[in-house]
Structure formats: C-alpha cells, structure tokens
T-cell receptor
Framework: GQQLNQSPQSMFIQEGEDVSMNCTSSSIFNTWLWYKQDPGEGPVLLIALYKAGELTSNGRLTAQFGITRKDSFLNISASIPSDVGIYFCAGLPQPGGGADGLTFGKGTHLIIQP | GAVVSQHPSRVICKSGTSVKIECRSLDFQATTMFWYRQFPKQSLMLMATSNEGSKATYEQGVEKDKFLINHASLTLSTLTVTSAHPEDSSFYIC???????????FGPGTRLTVL
C-alpha cells in the first residue's frame, strides 16, 4: 500500500533543543495523525489534524496540516528525556473516511543526549 | 478516555499451531477495529479492517484464510493466526476507531514468536 515519506529517519539532539519532523505524500490526505511509540508498546496518539492549514498544539508539541493537504509537520519544543521514542505520522488518504485503516510513515527515531 | 487492550501481550508457539489474539475497547464502543503488523525497526502495516457484524476487509497480500478475524461485538475483535510459521513472527497491534472522528486508538500490541 501507499506509504508516507517521513523525515528525518533519526535525530540525535541535546536535551532542551527543539525538534522538527515532517511527512509528505504524493496524494491528498484528509486527516493527519501523529503518534509516539515506545519500544514494545502500541502507538499513542499525540495530535490529530483535520483541516488544511490547521495548527494544533498539545503541550510542547505542535503540528500542522499542510495547505496542499499533502504534508504535515510535528515540532517538539524544549525536549526532555522522556521524549525519546519513535514518532510516526499517519494519515487517511482522500477519498476515504474513518472506516479506512491508516497509512503510516516510516517513523522518526528521536534520541536525546542529556 | 479511549483505552484499547490486547491479550496476550506475548505468545510463543510451535510451528503449525494456531494463535488467537484479542483486542478490546474498554471504555467505548468501536464499530470499526483495525489490525496492523509491525516487523522490527519498521513501520506499521495495515492487515485488515474489522467491522462489527460483517466480514473483515483484508489488504492486498494478506491471506484471509490464514489471518481469521472475528468482530463479534462492539468492543471485541479477534485475530487468529492459523497454522503459524516462523515468518509470521511479528508484533501485532490492533486499533479502534472511536465515534465518528477519524482518530484511531491503539492497543499495546502482541509479540508473536513462532518456533
């Protein structure tokens, strides 16, 4: 099936730094979701985006739904050790709806050095 | 809340046996549940969509006779891996759609190891 292009694949940063990652697609999506997955666990929903141009925050996390509907980014400000993990973007392509399964990016592995 | 559980969390079985994995939405009703598979260091890949009271919809390349899905109620979907082989070893994760929005909430996953 279709996959999203997520970058970077991995990030090594210092504690306190800001983080930015993004996902792009060649086709239009009508929903973008950002998840965090810790080793051996299921993904946890961080932010959901439904409208083109929408900018949503969840604590230190901010995500935006691109105007073209083909991309989204996630920013993490002032990173802390517990931010370590793998971040996945996921989307529902258009047309389609909630009854469809998600298409996932390949993930961004965030590593934080104290 | 939106809590999804899976059971078992880990299972080790012999080649040729069948394994059943349960997915439950604990505090909401889910008309649609989804099953994903994740190999080490890879992303999640959708296997099938499970609809309460109807047959599951499988993604291309996923054998419906090997991965049996039953969505018997609005809070329970089961995935049975029949005649398991070592190449079926993977991390199986379910998700449930809550309400009419497009958000999906994931279970903690089941680590299947086939010897």
């Amino acid at each position: 099936g279709q996959q999203l292009n997520q970058s970077p694949q991995s990030m090594f940063i210092q504690e306190g730094e800001d983080v930015s990652m993004n996902c792009t697609s060649s086709s239009i999506f009508n929903t973008w979701l950002w998840y965090k997955q810790d080793p051996g666990e299921g993904p946890v929903l961080l932010i959901a985006l439904y409208k083109a141009g929408e900018l949503t925050s969840n604590g230190r996390l901010t995500a935006q739904f691109g105007i073209t509907r083909k991309d989204s980014f996630l920013n993490i400000s002032a990173s802390i050790p517990s931010d370590v993990g793998i971040y996945f973007c996921a989307g529902l392509p258009q047309p389609g709806g909630g009854a469809d399964g998600l298409t996932f990016g390949k993930g961004t592995h965030l590593i934080i050095q104290p | 809340g939106a809590v999804v559980s899976q059971h078992p969390s880990r299972v080790i079985c012999k080649s040729g046996t069948s394994v059943k994995i349960e997915c439950r939405s604990l505090d909401f009703q889910a008309t649609t549940m989804f099953w994903y598979r994740q190999f080490p260091k890879q992303s999640l890949m959708l296997m099938a969509t499970s609809n309460e009271g109807s047959k599951a919809t499988y993604e291309q390349g996923v054998e419906k006779d090997k991965f049996l899905i039953n969505h018997a109620s609005l809070t329970l979907s089961t995935l049975t891996v029949t005649s398991a082989h070592p190449e079926d070893s993977s991390f199986y994760i379910c998700s449930a759609r809550k309400g009419i929005v497009n958000e999906q909430f994931f279970g903690p996953g089941t680590r299947l190891t086939v010897l």
